[in-house]
């Protein structure tokens, strides 16, 4: 019992592997960073598009916010603020009442000033 509490650390090999697994995390150039936040959620909103059009509501949003997770845990902060004002205005054009507009409608909503 005593031979595994004074058995040696390898904190190089720890330091080794939390270096590389940083590295494989992360993307260094801002064009690939921001092409990849594009295409996940052009990617995210085909998907939830589609199964919009297919009458699958309730699975839209956590797409688009899987779509957003992956850029975010990839690309880093910018990328991931753009693609959430992507995915937030497709929603808005694409899967929101009424379709294809960016109008708001009052139905649904109380009136908090009265």
């Known amino acids: 019992m005593t031979d595994l509490a004074e058995a040696p650390t ?7 592997l939390a270096r590389w ?11 690939r960073r921001y092409s990849l936040s594009v295409v996940c959620v052009g990617i995210g909103v085909g998907l939830a598009f589609t199964l919009h059009q297919h009458e699958l509501h309730a699975a839209e949003q956590p797409i ?26 497709a929603f808005a054009y694409y899967l929101a009442e009424p379709s294809f507009s960016f109008d708001l409608t009052s139905e649904g909503q109380t009136d908090l000033g009265e």
């Open 10 to 16: 390898r904190a190089g090999v720890r330091r080794t």
């Open 21 to 31: 697994s940083r590295d494989l995390h992360t993307i260094h150039s801002p064009i």
């Open 64 to 89: 688009l916010v899987l779509s957003i997770a992956v850029v975010a845990w990839y690309a880093g902060l910018g990328p991931t603020v753009l693609a959430v004002a992507l995915g937030a205005l």
